[in-house]
């Protein structure tokens, strides 16, 4: 009974001070890094790379101007072409959080990662794990 009292107070401390608090998602995709593991598109047609220069799972976005991906975050111009298996230029709209994706990046003079190119990873990718031999 303590402990639910403490909860409620550290819960309701977080509404007042404005922070967010959000319990483990589960079913939140693993990351992805080509360190582990390969990625194989069943079909995939000619525009889509044997391999991606990074893969990765959006966590976040802000609109317009960048994403979030496995923990860092990433921006793209109006001009960055978004490839999917259905359409050779896709959107930016069509990524949503969850979605898995290959792309190329370059840092700026910021130090800013800078997408160049991003195609959205289906549901129908294999990924294997990558062995040195």
């Given at each position: 009974?303590?402990?639910?009292?403490?909860?409620?107070?550290?819960l309701?401390?977080?509404?007042?001070?404005?922070?967010?608090?959000?319990?483990?998602?589960?079913n939140?995709?693993?990351?992805?890094?080509?360190?582990?593991?390969?990625?194989?598109?069943?079909?995939?047609?000619?525009?889509?790379?044997?391999?991606?220069?990074r893969t990765g799972?959006?966590?976040?976005?802000?609109?317009?101007r960048?994403?979030?991906?496995?923990?860092?975050?990433?921006?793209?111009?109006?001009?960055?072409?978004?490839?999917?298996?259905?359409?050779?230029?896709?959107?930016?709209?069509?990524?949503?959080?969850?979605?898995?994706?290959?792309?190329?990046?370059v840092?700026?003079?910021?130090?800013?990662?800078?997408?160049?190119?991003?195609?959205?990873?289906?549901?129908?990718?294999?990924?294997?794990?990558?062995?040195?031999?």
């Amino acid at each position: 009974m303590k402990n639910l009292k403490l909860i409620q107070v550290i819960l309701a401390s977080a509404l007042i001070s404005g922070v967010a608090i959000a319990a483990p998602n589960t079913n939140t995709p693993q990351e992805i890094d080509l360190d582990d593991v390969g990625v194989v598109i069943p079909n995939a047609p000619s525009y889509y790379p044997v391999e991606f220069q990074r893969t990765g799972v959006v966590r976040g976005q802000e609109p317009g101007r960048g994403l979030v991906i496995s923990g860092l975050n990433y921006f793209y111009g109006t001009n960055t072409p978004v490839h999917s298996i259905s359409s050779k230029f896709a959107s930016v709209g069509n990524i949503t959080i969850g979605t898995k994706l290959g792309f190329s990046f370059v840092l700026d003079d910021l130090g800013r990662h800078l997408l160049t190119e991003i195609w959205i990873i289906p549901d129908t990718a294999i990924f294997t794990e990558e062995t040195d031999q």
